[in-house]
């Protein structure tokens, strides 16, 4: 299957997606389409013969919980309207807690990294059959970035990734920017980790921008494509002739003129970087390499250990709790703050009207709610969640803009019994009203 060169489809750029040349396919985020019908530009590509692919973000497969049917059959949902030939997702865990730790349910909203274990790589197989099973196309998954690493990992980013594709036949999703981000957070080599995974697993590539701060990389999708990242994507071409390569770009968006210049740099990339003649002495030392990993067989209780590792990780990144033994304290504060960063952002763009309404004070608020108030539900249920906290506590010294709020939630809240907090929240309106 040959996909060729595309870029990540997103509403923000869509006119600008249609209007590029030479694209040959795209990727949108599959939890940002609906089941039943398409964004009109969706629609208007594919009636050009360009490729959707939906990309997942939330199943979670890296997870110890098994995967829930209602997003199988969600992500089943999409690839049957886009008569996509494939959908892809993420190795990686997206909460943790709930029946397997007798622990509340905790919700990362952000992609955190697995352990490269023996237990994660026996929960992960499992996982992704049960996908496999649910889905009516093949799937690939993609290595993430990662700023922090876990303690005691058995296994190489490479060898993990070659013993998943060897028990379960998945495809991957190779991102060169995250090779690089975990090249500068983790000191891990992007040609060692080439070499041993598999790379005729391939199914595409993506390649996406990102910066540097204070020693740490982050995988921003905001900035232009670095050289580092460029020099990754050649290592790879040197290997393999990829299927297909991916520009991602979720925020910070330029103008068509731009996109349009980074693809051709990627496509020049390609060019430049056809295979040598050391390729088969690179397939080679990998085969070597995966045939020397010793046959394991799975001990029982692995999903019961990765759940109490994942909660204890999870619980210190969002709740505050003790740092899990063994975990780079500084690395954990860096992501913590990441995390509730991207929370802030999120909820703005879900809910513009708070920072509309809460002006220049809404990040500091919320980060501070963020800091006490681990997630528990997606993105919208985080909103409401917030505004409800300020309306109790009777935070904002402005009458307008408690009584904006005040309506805001009430407009959202949906017609159920009303709880402990909505009597609450009605009372405070009605003190405001008499006043």
């Not at 049917?69 to 969600?74: Q, V």
């Not at 800091?371 to 969640?385: F, L, N």
């Amino acid at each position: 299957m040959r996909l060729g060169i595309g870029i990540g489809w997103r509403p923000e750029i869509a006119a600008e997606v249609e209007s590029l040349t030479g694209i040959d396919w795209v990727e949108a985020v599959a939890e940002n389409l609906c089941a039943d019908h398409l964004p009109d530009s969706l629609v208007r590509l594919r009636e050009r013969g360009v490729t959707v692919v939906p990309h997942g973000v939330s199943l979670g497969l890296g997870g110890a919980d098994r995967p829930a049917p209602e997003r199988l059959a969600g992500l089943a949902a999409r690839a049957e309207l886009l008569g996509t030939p494939l959908v892809t997702e993420h190795i990686a865990f997206v909460r943790a807690g709930g029946p397997l730790t007798a622990s509340p349910r905790l919700e990362a909203g952000h992609l955190l990294p697995v352990p490269r274990t023996w237990d994660a790589l026996d929960v992960l197989c499992e996982n992704v059959r049960i996908a496999q099973d649910a889905l009516p196309v093949p799937l690939a998954l993609e290595n993430i970035a990662a700023l922090i690493s876990w303690p005691d990992e058995e296994l190489t980013e490479g060898q993990f990734l070659a013993e998943l594709v060897e028990r379960t036949g998945v495809r991957l999703l190779i991102d060169v920017a995250n090779l690089h981000t975990n090249h500068v957070n983790r000191g891990e080599d992007p040609a060692k980790a080439l070499d041993e995974l598999p790379v005729e697993a391939i199914a595409y590539v993506h390649v996406a921008g990102g910066i540097e701060k204070d020693g740490v990389w982050h995988d921003t999708h905001a900035h232009p494509v670095s050289a580092p990242v460029l020099d990754v994507l050649a290592e790879l071409r040197s290997r393999v002739d990829p299927p297909g390569v991916l520009l991602e770009r979720d925020d910070a968006f330029p103008p068509g003129a731009e996109l349009a210049a980074e693809l051709e740099t990627i496509r020049g990339t390609l060019r430049s970087a056809a295979p040598v003649a050391g390729a088969r002495t690179h397939a080679l030392q990998g085969a070597l390499a995966r045939a020397a990993l010793p046959v394991r067989t799975p001990r029982p209780g692995a999903r019961d250990r990765t759940a109490v590792a994942q909660t204890s990780l999870l619980s210190a990144l969002v709740a505050g709790t003790p740092a899990p033994e063994g975990f780079d304290h500084r690395r954990l504060r860096v992501q913590s703050r990441a995390l509730a960063a991207k929370r802030a952002d999120v909820v703005a763009k879900v809910a513009p009207e708070l920072p509309e309404i809460l002006g220049d004070g809404y990040r500091a608020a919320f980060l501070s709610y963020a800091m006490s108030r681990p997630m528990s539900g997606g993105y919208r249920r985080d909103a409401m969640e917030f505004v409800e906290r300020i309306l109790v506590s009777g935070g904002l010294p402005d009458p307008v803009a408690q009584r904006r709020l005040t309506h805001w939630w009430e407009d959202r809240s949906g017609p159920r019994p009303p709880g402990r907090t909505s009597r609450l929240v009605r009372a405070a309106r009605a003190v405001l009203v008499g006043k």
